[in-house]
């Protein structure tokens, strides 16, 4: 069955990185799109950005611009979010979801990532 | 402003019908972009559960219908069931962002 599976929590200080990872399984991994939409507590679902897994051109959301990167492994059928420059603000629970591309729905979504930032 | 704005909250007793509602804008809703939900139980991921307005995902039960006029969105539920109790949130397309906007969730409570 279709799967994504994300890697494990993080907490980061203010001001580093962090690199989050999302691994698909049970499709064909080059012909669907990668979102990643992050939930920080009490808020709502915040779109990130994406990729076309097939030829890993990417579009970000003007907010996190500049400071979100999006890449893809073929071969390991893995997608990455990178988010740099952390502040408290952006602790949430990320989530990467599977798009049939264009102006569509998430139709799989990963079970998440909770990155806290904290001094 | 680029964003979906739905009831924080409904309730309704077991088997009656409810609805939620998603209130865009002509950047997103009006400007003819469809309009997807999502079910979210606390603590796990969101689920599709409705895409492009009317059509329901296989899995999903018929008790669910999706409908869209003008720039409002919304999402009937008939015959409320006690694990129908979660997070409901809408979704589309927004021009103004360029982007995917998500409403701000509408909890369901199944008295």
């Known amino acids: 069955q279709v799967q994504l599976v994300q890697s494990g929590a993080e907490v980061k200080k203010p001001g580093a990185s962090v690199k989050v990872s999302c691994k698909a399984s049970g499709y064909t991994f080059t012909a669907y799109v990668i979102h990643w939409v992050r939930q920080a507590p009490g808020q709502r679902l915040e779109w990130m950005g994406w990729?076309?897994?097939?030829?890993?051109?990417?579009k970000y959301s003007q907010k996190f611009q500049g400071r979100v990167t999006i890449t893809r492994d073929t071969s390991a059928r893995t997608v990455y979010m990178d988010l740099t420059s952390l502040r408290s603000e952006d602790t949430a629970v990320y989530y990467c979801?599977?798009?049939?591309?264009?102006?569509?729905?998430?139709?799989?979504w990963g079970q998440g990532t909770l990155v806290v930032v904290s001094s | 402003q680029s964003v979906l704005t739905q009831p924080p909250s409904v309730s309704g007793a077991p088997g009656q019908r409810v609805t939620i509602s998603c209130t865009g804008s002509s950047s997103n809703i009006g400007a003819d972009y469809d309009t997807h939900w999502y079910q979210q139980v606390p603590g796990t991921a969101p689920k599709l559960l409705m895409f492009a307005n009317t059509n329901r995902p296989s899995g999903v039960p018929d008790r669910f219908s999706g409908s869209r006029s003008g720039t409002t969105a919304s999402l009937a539920i008939t015959g409320l069931q006690a694990d129908d109790e979660a997070d409901y949130y809408c979704?589309?397309?927004?021009?103004?962002?360029?982007?995917?906007?998500f409403g701000g969730g509408t909890k369901l409570t199944v008295l």
């Open positions: 979801a599977r798009g049939p591309g264009g102006f569509k729905w998430f139709d799989t």
């Open positions: 979704q589309s397309y927004d021009t103004n962002v360029s982007g995917w906007v």
């Open positions: 990729i076309i897994a097939g030829n890993g051109n990417t």
